[in-house]
């Protein structure tokens, strides 16, 4: 589990593999948690069919052991895996020592170049997007072959279960880096439409996930640039960085404690549990109850800025 969650895949593979007939044997709810992140590594191996049998093990066998809201998730996943069982694992060729140009899109989100073939796109930059994704408009210019079946997944767009199918990239470039057979998913233009009320709608072409953004090595981001680079050098300002489910991981200090947050480049407010908030009453003191028809997403602004150790 330690191998998983600090994303060395490989070691993660071979020792989830060889302690699960164990765990099956003494403790199922062990065992679920050992397939669960076996699920997730086999994913980012490019071991797609490998992932899909595994999700399928959890719905069939540990049911019991996991939410209703996670049982959806592996649902949605191993339907979207079997879409790519048998495709060609990412490969990350080219240089990983450059700087590209960033823009900020409607959204406040940071979007970073991309170029297939001849056509050059701006791509949200989303560390909590589990598999790149892009509209449908996006697939047809660039004339991808997508999957005959198709899927559904959340979109992060409406929150709301949508239509999917895949798509393989041959080669995706990126500043000096190349992709290879770069997994996407595809879903409609209207899946990824934002309504910006009286600014219009505006709709995300191509958004860059996590499988891709984790194999590049590390980033600094400032305000119209991005320095991509194989390691980062240590500093003050550096946090220790783990991954659960493909979802990156950041540790912070809130009043002394070390609290584990989901780092998501995607999102444009922040979301504390229920949980954050029993555990630390004294920040939300001042605030005041938000009237339940306007109660939503925007009410998440309205927390206070919480201290962390930088």
């Known amino acids: 589990m330690v191998a998983d969650r600090t994303h060395n895949v490989a070691d993660a593979i071979a020792l989830l593999g060889k302690a699960l007939p164990d765990l099956k044997a003494h403790s199922a709810h062990r065992a679920a948690l050992a397939l669960r992140a076996l699920a997730s590594d086999y994913s980012e191996a490019g071991r797609y069919g490998d992932s899909a049998n595994a999700y399928s093990a959890l719905l069939t066998n540990y049911r019991s052991q996991f939410h209703a ?73 660039l004339g ?24 393989i990239i041959p080669e995706l470039r990126f500043g000096g880096a190349l992709i290879r057979n770069a997994v996407v998913l595809v879903m409609g233009d209207k899946e990824l439409d934002i309504n910006l009320g009286t600014k219009g709608h505006y709709v995300i072409e191509g958004i860059f996930g996590y499988p891709v953004i984790s194999a590049l090595g590390s980033f600094t981001i400032s305000d119209d640039q991005m320095e991509i680079a194989t390691a980062s050098s240590s500093s003050a300002r550096c946090s220790p960085l783990y991954v659960q489910d493909l979802t990156p991981l950041v540790v912070a200090g809130s009043q002394g404690e070390d609290l584990t947050f989901s780092f998501d480049s995607g999102a444009s407010t922040g979301t504390l549990t229920a949980r954050y908030f029993h555990a630390f009453p004294e920040q939300f003191a001042s605030l005041k109850p938000i009237p339940q028809a306007r109660a939503g997403p ?13």
């Open 69 to 141: 809201g996670d049982l959806q998730e592996f649902s949605d996943n191993l339907h979207t895996y079997e879409l790519l069982r048998g495709a060609p694992a990412q490969v990350i060729a080219g240089s990983t020592g450059f700087t590209v140009a960033t823009r900020r899109d409607p959204l406040g989100n940071t979007d970073v170049p991309v170029t297939v073939g001849k056509t050059e796109m701006w791509w949200m930059f989303d560390t909590g997007a589990n598999i790149s994704t892009i509209s449908l408009s996006t697939a047809r210019r």
């Open 144 to 167: 991808l072959p997508l999957s005959r079946r198709s899927a559904t997944t959340q979109s992060g767009a409406t929150g709301n279960e949508a239509p999917l199918r895949t798509a």
């Open 298 to 310: 925007a009410a998440l602004a309205l927390c206070k800025a919480i201290p962390c150790r930088r």
